[in-house]
C-alpha cells in the first residue's frame, strides 16, 4: 500500500502565494513522476504541473510562468509554489504518485487539499 498526503492548502488572497506539498509513503520500490491537479466546482480535473523522476517539468497553459513544481526525491515530496494567485486557481488540488516495482506500475492520488483564493 501507497499513502499519499497533501498539504499546505487554504484561502489566500489574490496576487498571494502559498506552498503545497505532498509526501508518498508506504511500500514504495521507485517514484516515477509526480504531479498535481485541480478541480473546481462543475469543472473536470485539469492538469496543473508534472515533473519527472529527474527533474522535467510540464505545466499546464493556465499556470505557467506563476507556479512552480519541485521535488526531494530523498524525501519522496512533492511540492507546488504557487505564486500571483487568482481567484480563478480556487480549486481542490490533488498530488499524483507514480510508483513502480520492476515492471509493475501503479499512479495513486491524495485526499486532496482546498486552495480558495479570494478577489
Known amino acids: 500500500q501507497v499513502q499519499v498526503v497533501e498539504s499546505g492548502g487554504g484561502l489566500v488572497q489574490a496576487g498571494g502565494s502559498l506552498r503545497l506539498s505532498c509526501a508518498a509513503s508506504?511500500?514504495?520500490?521507485?517514484?516515477?513522476?509526480m504531479g498535481w491537479y485541480r478541480q473546481a466546482p462543475g469543472k473536470q480535473r485539469e492538469k496543473v504541473a508534472i515533473?519527472?523522476?529527474?527533474?522535467?517539468?510540464n505545466y499546464g497553459d493556465s499556470v505557467k510562468g506563476r507556479f512552480t513544481i519541485s521535488r526531494d526525491n530523498a524525501k519522496n515530496t512533492v511540492y507546488l509554489q504557487m505564486n500571483s494567485l487568482k481567484p480563478e486557481d480556487t480549486a481542490v488540488y490533488y498530488c499524483?504518485?507514480?510508483?513502480?516495482?520492476?515492471?509493475?506500475?501503479?499512479?495513486?492520488w491524495g485526499q486532496g487539499t482546498q486552495v480558495t483564493v479570494s478577489s
Open positions: 499524483n504518485v507514480g510508483v513502480s516495482w520492476g515492471s509493475i506500475v501503479n499512479d495513486y
Open positions: 508506504g511500500s514504495i520500490f521507485s517514484i516515477n513522476a
Open positions: 515533473i519527472s523522476k529527474v527533474g522535467s517539468t
